[in-house]
């Protein structure tokens, strides 16, 4: 080839086929990144908020005052989106390429520094790949970098046309490189054809925008915060901003506590699953550690405030305000019982009081005996079992509460005058088709709830209704009406993440009524 046609010279020790391989992948960045930016900017609801709320590595203050100071998020995410969008479309057309490739680098750095996939800090949930320590998000910033450094737009792309070749006294090695490159002026049509080269993965790319434009998938319309790629971290399928309001709260002594509150038997990996054998194991692999973070991040978000807990979760639950993941406190249960084939037994005393002991000493905010446990210690006429175990709690300045599964637990510590600070009983209708099963097989929780509704509603007591979706047999929207309708003042229910925000947005209605309660409000 002639010298005024050769544009992809072996100069700095590139082959032609090198040259047009480092071209491409410009350009595979520059769409990249394009896409970004043009997904951003196509979803108004957007915004990096969550992205830097979840910071927990250096310059976490930084990144957490942004997402919380109004003008400096319009900002960051103006910059964030546009930036993206310049940058690509630098990359595809060769324009002005050192300077989109340095701060395309230096963006990508920006995110990988908020939310490294370092051991112990990700605990999101991202949408694709396994990472340690390096991520796709650093890779492409260590090609920019590299890129940066490499004149491909002066060999495939406008730079030809905009940037002058290094002027004479430069190095060797540079001029070597860019000696056949033609000065800004009149283009022949070769010459023509390298600079514009870029266009046509321009004009493919607004095709195939056009084409996902039409299509939108199910994806698009339900990501959490339409985060998309290098700053992803989806939690849920539901978006946090069709939240339609707040979860009242009400005190349980000197506690504040939303009116819906976080089950843990999900999350602890107990599920009752009724007669589907796969269901226990299918939730305990659901359930990992990320998955249980992203959880409690996304109820906090929703403005659940309280976890229903149980001392083996507790070594996690600190490890998450350790991490300053969140600040959802605890009720935990205090369990006592041992199972086998046989039934339940008790716990040898000083273990079940250590069990106690370790919940207190784990942060909770509250305890109580559980209902199980409390129904089979007055089940045998030990009232005192029940007793001392609120003692215990009380000693430590907690308050402390009775959980039972049925009524005749609640009605024999009364009449022992054990008046808890807060009662923790089941509460469900029987009309859904397992009650109804002439053999009981993990499918019923409160046995009389007509019993539990009449004798509850003199209780000044508050009290906090669980099981009221008798384990995923009754809708929400079923559920919690019929449970705050009939005198509970808080509901306890286990939800995977994707129900979280449905189930919130439920509670809101519901609770933004006038409610025909039998009972006053107690809390």
Not at 31 to 60: D, I, N, Q
Not at 350 to 365: F, K, Q, S
Request: glycine share 8%; net charge neutral.
């Amino acid at each position: 080839m002639s010298n005024r046609s050769t544009s992809l010279k072996e100069g700095v020790g590139i082959p032609a086929v090198g040259w047009l391989l480092l071209a491409l992948l410009r350009i595979a960045l520059g769409w990249h990144l394009l896409y970004e930016g043009v997904t951003k900017w196509l979803m108004p609801e957007w915004s990096s908020r969550e992205y830097l709320e979840l910071s927990r590595w250096v310059f976490a203050d930084v990144f957490h005052w942004i997402a919380t100071t109004p003008w400096a998020l319009a900002f960051a995410d103006f910059c964030n989106t546009w930036g993206l969008i310049l940058i690509g479309t630098g990359l595809i057309l060769g324009a002005y390429t050192r300077y989109a490739a340095l701060l395309g680098g230096l963006l990508l750095v920006l995110y990988y520094v908020a939310n490294p996939p370092l051991v112990g800090l990700d605990w999101g949930v991202p949408q694709e790949g396994n990472y340690l320590i390096v991520n796709k998000t650093l890779v492409e910033a260590l090609a920019l970098f590299a890129l940066a450094f490499v004149p491909t737009g002066r060999l495939i792309g406008l730079d030809r046309w905009l940037i002058r070749p290094p002027a004479e006294g430069k190095s060797r090695e540079s001029s070597q490189a860019t000696s056949q490159i033609p000065a800004p002026g009149f283009l022949q049509r070769r010459e023509l054809l390298w600079t514009a080269a870029g266009l046509p993965f321009l004009g493919g790319f607004g095709w195939a925008l056009s084409k996902k434009l039409q299509w939108q998938s199910y994806e698009e319309k339900n990501l959490v915060d339409a985060m998309t790629s290098a700053s992803v971290k989806t939690l849920d399928v539901l978006a946090l901003d069709e939240l339609r309001g707040t979860i009242p709260k009400a005190t349980i002594a000197d506690c504040e506590v939303s009116r819906i509150i976080l089950g843990g038997n999900l999350l602890s990996g107990w599920a009752h699953s009724r007669d589907l054998i796969y269901v226990s194991q299918l939730v305990k692999a659901y359930h990992h550690k990320d998955k249980i973070f992203a959880t409690l991040y996304l109820a906090e978000r929703c403005g659940i405030n309280t976890l229903l807990t149980n001392p083996i979760l507790a070594t996690l639950l600190d490890e998450y305000w350790k991490r300053g993941s969140g600040k959802i406190q605890s009720i935990s249960d205090c369990a006592g019982l041992d199972y086998d084939d046989k039934g339940a037994r008790p716990k040898p005393w000083e273990e079940y009081m250590n069990i106690v002991r370790r919940a207190i000493d784990y942060g909770a905010t509250a305890c109580y005996v559980q209902g199980e446990t409390a129904d089979y210690y007055i089940g045998q006429g030990e009232v005192g079992a029940v007793e001392k175990v609120l003692e215990l709690i009380r000693s430590h300045g907690l308050p402390a509460g009775i959980g039972a599964h049925r009524l005749e637990t609640v009605k024999t510590c009364v009449e022992a005058g054990l008046l808890p600070d807060f009662w923790m009983k089941t509460l469900h209708h029987h009309d859904y088709w397992s009650a109804r099963h002439p053999e009981w097989h993990d499918n019923m929780y409160c046995f009389d709830p007509a019993g539990t509704i009449a004798f509850m509603r003199e209780r000044p007591e508050p009290w906090i209704a669980f099981k009221v979706l008798a384990a995923g047999a009754i809708h929400p929207r079923e559920g919690f009406r019929f449970a705050f309708e009939n005198g509970a003042d808080f509901v306890c229910v286990g939800m995977y993440d994707f129900q979280i925000v449905e189930n919130v947005n439920l509670a809101i209605d519901l609770l933004g009524e006038r409610l025909p309660r039998s009972r006053p409000w107690r809390a």
